[in-house]
């Protein structure tokens, strides 16, 4: 099966949904969706895809599949409670699904996160990562990167972002990885993987570059997430049962000024900022490439 | 056959809970209800009860899950207190707006500060407001039969609305009573035998938008909705009181009870919960003196039971209110507004708020002899003030902190 096929399956989403143009959150949701399939229940808390219309408007569902809003702050355990009523009644084969922006992932709805993921229910949990709460006006999130500007850091923030994946590796949990709009096919298998995994949690981090947010033209959506790759900014990798794998690997990184400087949010940010940047991009992408050596059982 | 086993307040909540056969629980320890989540969970691992346990990480997980699992057509309980209600308070609100049937016991406990584990009913009164059905229940044999009952109200197609059981904390509790606890055929036969929700549920063969957007006009829809069921949920507890009574012998007088109040009453004791005890004693000691005063105790507050509470004070000139909770910003308890609202209309009837008991401390006999003379003597008085200044009834007098 090729990332074609799966691309060409139907779309379960409705076609009607109002996110803004060249958003890359909602191609994520459309095509983790077509991987996912319709014995599936969807999770949207407050957030892009709540606002834009997933969940639906009055009577009207904006989805085929069943879709509800969680609160920002439990997405994930109301998964725990519906796998729980699920596998009371033998129904071991629906995915129970959380697509939710980095507020409610790493900041309000964190506790909750790490809780599910610490009983190790099987969840999918997909994180779409904009860096910052932009359905709300582009206010800091936990996951906004430092210097940037967002409508509460004017001046840029004081903080380095959370390294998410890594916290939700170290809850030792079957499968977690990070995934790009750019990289299609890469995303695909990583979402098929989590399908797969009965063994419990799945965290997938997406990185979504946001049009309003980030301060870029709308057609270069795409480009901005494969920047974001090629200068290590955003390394793709998984790790399944505690082993770190980059799956896309980058032998030649751009400096990450190539990618800073397409961003109107980095606008601001100086000389000696950017070089803080590189060094922490370079020390986390070796933090990588050591876990990477590291084998589980000592293989 | 029912046998009869000495046991803790929140032993008869964990009773009680597995009786009612729940497909998953979840709760998170906290003093005085831990007990009642240790049980369950002791039962489930020895194979006693066939449910699934989440072991959440926070009361607001706790409720959490309760919610997806009952989306997901399961039967649910949880237990907790005090601080824990309060940090559950943002999916509190919605289990009951998203008409799914939890029962959740409440031991009730104190609100910090100063910081304090003991009863008192200011965790679950102060969110009466959100939607739920609160029972506050009086001794262990009721805890017992009323969650039994509550899942029969709460599951109710007129009702589909969660339910608290409420008692007081260490007084209940910690406390051991004789319980007669039925038989597990008795409450298969008393309790619908599963939940089958056909108005809200997450199920990819029946796919539904689970709270889109939704407009103020069918928001309004929704809360009119929401409110005509909480009415109809006085008649469901009633019939659910009755029949419960029927199978197993024991009445506990729906949403109000009446003690020793007739045509000769004068003034009646209001009370909430496990200080009843002592306010029956209270009442029978001044009853042998001739004193005109019976006792009512309430034991629904949502939905407010008003109009049986009007009938019962039809004829009585004087009533006084004993609160184990305040109400911030009227100087009295919050029941005694409650039954003024229900009131309102009878300006015959005199007033008057007590506040005792509060952080634990003991409502004795004699306090409520305090209060029901003081009710006496405003019942006999002729045209006497209706709004009267409240009574703390304490222990020890101020005196002795200064």
């Avoid at chain 1, 790759?229 to 955003?234: E, G, I, L």
């Avoid at chain 2, 008409?99 to 584990?117: C, D, F, H, K």
Wanted: some cysteine.
């Amino acid at each position: 099966m090729s990332v074609l096929d799966v691309l060409d399956r139907p779309d379960v989403i409705s076609p009607g949904i109002s996110a803004c143009v060249g958003c890359s959150v909602e191609l994520t949701l459309r095509t983790v969706m077509k991987v996912l399939g319709r014995n599936s229940v969807l999770a949207i808390p407050p957030g892009c895809m709540g606002g834009v219309g997933v969940v639906g408007w009055d009577k009207k569902s904006g989805a085929e599949i069943p879709v509800f809003f969680p609160l920002l702050t439990n997405t994930a355990s109301m998964l725990s409670g519906l796998r729980l009523a699920y596998k009371r009644q033998g129904r071991d084969g629906i995915h129970v699904v959380a697509f939710a922006g980095d507020g409610a992932s790493v900041d309000a709805g964190f506790q909750a996160l790490s809780g599910a993921a610490e009983r190790n229910d099987r969840i999918i949990y997909i994180c779409y990562d904009n860096e910052g709460y932009m359905n709300t006006g582009y206010q800091r999130s936990g996951a906004t990167p430092k210097g940037a500007w967002t409508s509460t850091t004017p001046y840029g923030k004081l903080q380095i972002k959370k390294d998410m994946p890594r916290i939700m590796a170290d809850h030792r949990i079957p499968y977690v990885s990070t995934c790009s709009p750019a990289y299609m096919k890469d995303l695909v298998e990583k979402v098929e993987k989590a399908k797969r995994n009965k063994a419990g949690f799945s965290y997938l981090h997406v990185l979504n570059p946001c049009v309003g947010g980030w301060g870029f033209p709308p057609e270069e959506s795409i480009e901005i997430a494969r920047l974001s790759v090629k200068t290590r900014y955003f390394p793709l990798y998984e790790v399944v049962n505690g082993e770190y794998h980059i799956t896309v690997d980058i032998p030649n990184p751009l400096p990450v000024s190539d990618y800073v400087s397409r961003l109107k949010k980095f606008s601001r940010t100086s000389e000696v900022a950017l070089t803080e940047m590189q060094e922490l991009i370079d020390q986390q992408w070796q933090e990588l490439k050591a876990l990477e050596q590291v084998r589980v059982n000592g293989a | 056959m029912s046998h009869v086993e000495v046991m803790t307040g929140n032993q008869a909540a964990s009773t009680a809970a597995c009786l009612a056969r729940p497909d998953v629980i979840a709760a998170y320890p906290i003093t005085p209800q831990s007990s009642v989540v240790e049980d369950i969970s002791k039962a489930i691992a020895e194979g006693k009860l066939d449910a699934l346990i989440s072991e959440v990480e926070s009361e607001h997980s706790a409720m959490s899950v309760l919610e997806g699992a009952a989306l997901g057509e399961a039967r649910t309980f949880s237990a907790t207190s005090s601080q824990g209600l309060a940090f559950m308070y943002e999916p509190y609100f919605r289990a009951s707006t998203l008409r799914l049937p939890i029962v959740m016991a409440i031991a009730n406990r104190e609100m910090i500060s100063p910081q304090t584990l003991w009863a008192s009913a200011q965790d679950s009164l102060s969110v009466r407001d959100a939607g739920w059905i609160q029972y506050y229940v009086e001794n262990n044999q009721e805890i017992l039969d009323t969650i039994l009952q509550a899942f029969c109200v709460a599951e109710d197609k007129r009702v589909l609305l969660p339910i608290n059981i409420c008692y007081d904390g260490f007084y209940l509790s910690h406390m051991s009573e004789r319980v007669d606890v039925p038989d597990q055929a008795q409450v298969d036969a008393f309790l619908p035998q599963c939940y089958k929700p056909d108005h809200i549920y997450l199920d990819p063969d029946r796919p539904m938008a689970v709270d889109p957007l939704t407009n103020g006009d069918l928001l309004m829809e929704y809360r009119q909705k929401h409110l005509e069921a909480q009415q109809r949920a006085l008649t469901v507890i009633e019939e659910a009181s009755e029949v419960f009574c029927n199978l197993f012998g024991r009445h506990w007088d729906g949403c109000v009870e009446a003690y020793k109040i007739d045509h000769n009453t004068k003034g009646a004791i209001i009370t909430l919960g496990s200080m009843t005890g002592a306010a029956r004693e209270a009442i029978d000691r001044l009853q042998s003196e001739g004193l005109p005063i019976g006792l009512i105790k309430i034991r629904v507050v949502r939905p407010f039971p008003k109009t049986e509470l009007r009938e019962l004070l039809s004829g009585i000139r004087a009533v006084g209110v004993v609160d184990r909770n305040v109400c911030f910003g009227w100087n009295t308890g919050i029941i005694y507004q409650e039954v003024l609202a229900a009131i309102s209309g009878s300006p015959s009837i005199v007033h008057q708020p007590f506040i005792a008991g509060l952080g634990g401390e003991d409502i004795t006999i004699e306090m409520f002899e305090t209060a029901a003379r003081q009710v006496v003597t405003l019942a006999q008085k002729k045209n006497g003030s209706r709004d009267q200044e409240t009574i703390w009834l304490r222990s020890v007098s101020e005196e002795v902190h200064k």
